[in-house]
């Protein structure tokens, strides 16, 4: 199974009687995505209320733990216990960060950003063909949010993706908003960026709102996930689709968490920027 070419969004447990005893004729999303280390138990509520969602609407699983970017290598425990849940309940998706979150000794609460570097690129398609081959499927990994670059890098980011993707095999999870924040903080082109990237690569879009910080009279984005989807990153989201077409999409909204219909509307809006830019050209 795979997940549709329409807008899901990030599931929440203020939100699991929304979807599972929705009021009359009230919408729901196409589909739901859901941080797998939160379901890193044998039983209990939450998997009560994860397979009766799961019953309802395809699910993605998007993790948040498994470090792949780590010099020692990634997480063979976190791989392990998304491992045993993929044979659980079969999400028809699942992805990482091209990103590191601990060592041999010690784990961080943080997506932290690597070099650039063809070394990098060696070790990073390592340790994506490890868990491609642990899961049995392919995975999709997301392009960071950064704050700073290396002065050692040796390529640019959309050039170490796609080397990524023909390394390994593996998609990409083109997160939108993490290009605002990327090429804001790091004072590049947005539009450059979309425009470089290959659709054929991308599986899942993500769509997002950020926070802004003034420092010394510029700002400083930071992926909060704690707002509504910025204009600029909407007008980022039709330019690619406008080349793309349909993908799957979703709405992030991990703090802050709205209501589900505020949640809903922001849906309802990316599907209407996807079936509106389907009809656009760009120059």
Known sequence: MN???????????AHYRDILEPQSGAPLPAWVEVHPQNYFVDGGPPHRWLTAV??????SFHSVGLSIGTAEGLDTDELEQLAALCVRYQPASVSDHLSWSGNSTDRYPDLLPIPYTQAALDHVAAQVSRVQDRLKRPILIENPSRYLAFDH???????????LCRRSGCGLLFDI???????????TDPFATIDAIDPALVGEIHLAGHAT??????????????SAVSELTWALFDRFVARAGPKPVLIEW????PAFD????EAHRATRHMADAGALQVA
């Open 3 to 13: 997940l549709p070419p329409e807008t899901g969004i990030g599931l929440k447990p």
């Open 54 to 59: 799961a019953e309802r609407l395809p699910i």
């Open 153 to 163: 890098d040796e390529m640019d980011e959309v050039t170490f993706l796609h080397a």
């Open 177 to 187: 908003n993490n290009v605002e924040v990327s090429c804001t903080n790091l004072q």
């Open 213 to 226: 910080e003034w420092h010394d009279g510029r700002p400083l984005l930071i992926d909060d996930h704690g």
């Open 254 to 257: 991990d703090t802050n968490v």
């Open 262 to 265: 505020t949640l809903m509307a």
